[in-house]
């Protein structure tokens, strides 16, 4: 149960929870009837708000608000409007909470490991055919950035029926997928047997494909183990050793680039390590092999910023960092590309290694995994 009070001559509406953990909490008046939840202010077959910020005064008051059960009607003047607000929905919303985060703070949502976590992974079969299992692989892989699937069909393009659980292929200028095997004149160094540094897929796009799937057909030479660190652990253990450090990495443009095909000049300007305004962690970038020259950190700090670019990398190839696993054909992983990099050792050529990569986006598999926890819980979609 909760109490209510209207202050600030009606610009405010407090809510005090009851009991000892009962902390106020409040409200503007403004920010109550523009988000008011009504049929005439939200459509309520889509949810998408019908009015405009302008539709609401801006010297909007609250002249009444009376406590029911379970809502808090409230009415709004000059307009003489009545809206009735959902008491846990207003707690659930509520903005006036201290928040006390460093830079580079993370999501709940999001655990971050090293080289000790256990590689999250599930059966393709029982994955493309049970939502339940669907929903609880999915979880993990936002929770962790990284899961890998078994035992699919060893059959050309069945990457794309892992991005179909999800969401939709992102068609880049490698095509809908892209072949990861061994070639006679390589124009990306991802198609020889060379070892490839950890890195992040494609920097140079802006906005970059947030999710990759790699997909395993054929294996059947010695080396060639793939390789994942998260990212966000790498950025965390930066900021834990030097702030300073990793305050230049997320305050400075670096600058990414790719021309290796014909008709194709790809470019984007970007942190290695991304933050929100607020601080929290959003993005790292880190591909050595397509990093233009850096030209947006001062004179004054370049030498610094070299420092920390350098401490990042050692972090990202420290041994404790990585996990190591063969794939089988059939095998894949599907990585969250904004965050966990991706290595692989180097091969010989008495064999063959035919991987199949392609690309998709984040929005739409956080959307699935909303709609299936919605589901589980017995709740409405979005
Ligand atoms: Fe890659």
Known sequence: MVAIAVNENGKVLTISPKGPKGTSLRFHAFWLRDNAQDSETRDPYNGQRLIT???VPSNTRISRAILTRNSVEITFIPENKTICYDTNWLL???????????KGWVKSSITTWDGAFNLPASNFKTVTENQSILHRWLGKLARYGVAK???GPIEEGSLTKIVDL???VRETNYGRYFEVQTEVKPSNL????LALQAHTDNPYRDPLPSVQVLYCLESSL???ESIVIDGFR???ILREKNKEWFNLLSSYCARFEFSGNSGVCLRARRPIIELAPDGELVAVRFNNRSTAP???VPFEKMEAYYSAYRYFSEIIEDPSMSIHFNLEPGDSFVLDNTRVLHARTAYTDLGRRWLQGCYADKDSLLSKLSTLSNRSRGHTEC
Do not use: H, Q
């Open 234 to 236: 790498a950025a965390e």
């Open 190 to 193: 991802a198609y020889s047997g």
């Open 166 to 168: 999800f969401g939709y």
């Open 222 to 224: 010695t080396g060639g």
């Open 53 to 55: 910020l302008k539709d």
């Open 92 to 102: 659930s919303n509520a903005y006036d909470v201290t928040r006390c985060r460093e």
């Open 294 to 296: 850096i030209v947006d």
């Open 149 to 151: 699937l078994t035992n």
